[in-house]
Every structure is written in structure tokens, then in C-alpha cells.
């Protein structure tokens, strides 16, 4: 599978939105939002919360770096990404199992439910945005 296809400029404007996320969002969780984001941390995690949400920013901020200047490594850091959503996604919904507040808009259990179905158009944005999902689709034809 090729690390880089052309994508064309809604899909760049796009993966520089969630580039630009992904780094807001890092910075977050090691800084104001370090507590929401224990909130998403299952119990069941054997680490301490406060370190896994630290590991889970850098990650953050390094995947949104990559996505939004790496090019020749933009296929595989949108692979990184969806796989990052996939493997965040058992604290989401730990979080509405357990009805634990955060961030001041997730205080209902509505709230929760409706952020566990954005989860997959994450996953989507990540895949389309950096090419991954057009790199995938052209290796299966090309050995089809």
C-alpha cells in the first residue's frame, strides 16, 4: 500500500481541521482538561488514570503533527489515527456506562450516547482525509 496519494484540497483542508484537533487536544489532556479526561479512563485500565491520559495526549499531539506535515508518512499516520479512535473508543463508553461527568457538555446521558456515535465519523475523517482509505482501496484493485 502506497504512503502517499494525492488528495485533493477538501480532503486537505479537512485532515488539517483534525491535524489541528488532535494537537488542541493533546495539549489539553497534559494541561486544563487533564481531570475530564480521567473521567474516560475505565477502571479496569491497570495504569493510573492521570498517566495514561498523559500518554494518550502525546500520542495525540504526535498523530496530529504527522498528519498534518509528514506527507510522505500521511497514509499511515491516518491509519495511526483511526486505529487511535478505535483504541480510545472502550473509555468512551465506559464513560456513559458509568454516567461520569466531563468537559461540561458531556453532563447527561444523552450527552455520552450521542459522542459514542461521532466515534465512527472520526474514524471515517482520519481514513479520507489523509488518503489512507483511497491508498487501501487502490491496493486491493491493484492486486485484484
Given at each position: 500500500m502506497e504512503?502517499?496519494?494525492?488528495?485533493?484540497?477538501i480532503q486537505n483542508i479537512f485532515r488539517i481541521i483534525l491535524a489541528i484537533f488532535m494537537i488542541y487536544a493533546g495539549f489539553s489532556h497534559l494541561t486544563f482538561n487533564?481531570?475530564?479526561f480521567q473521567a474516560q479512563v475505565?477502571?479496569?485500565?491497570?495504569?493510573?488514570?492521570d498517566l495514561v491520559v498523559i500518554l494518550s495526549g502525546i500520542v495525540e499531539m504526535i498523530l496530529g503533527l504527522g498528519l498534518a506535515f509528514w506527507k510522505k508518512e500521511r497514509?499511515?499516520?491516518?491509519?495511526?489515527?483511526?486505529i487511535f479512535f478505535i483504541l480510545v473508543f472502550p473509555g468512551?463508553?465506559?464513560?456513559?456506562?458509568?454516567g461520569k461527568d466531563a468537559f461540561g457538555v458531556l453532563?447527561?446521558?444523552g450527552a455520552r450516547l450521542r459522542r459514542l456515535f461521532f466515534q465512527p465519523?472520526?474514524?471515517a475523517w482520519a481514513l479520507w482525509s489523509s488518503g489512507a482509505w483511497k491508498a487501501w482501496r487502490a491496493s486491493k484493485t491493484e492486486k485484484g
Open positions: 504512503n502517499q496519494v494525492k488528495t485533493n484540497l487533564r481531570l475530564d475505565p477502571d479496569w485500565v491497570p495504569l493510573s488514570k497514509v499511515r499516520f491516518g491509519w495511526a489515527l483511526a468512551n463508553i465506559a464513560q456513559y456506562m458509568e453532563n447527561s446521558d465519523v472520526l474514524i
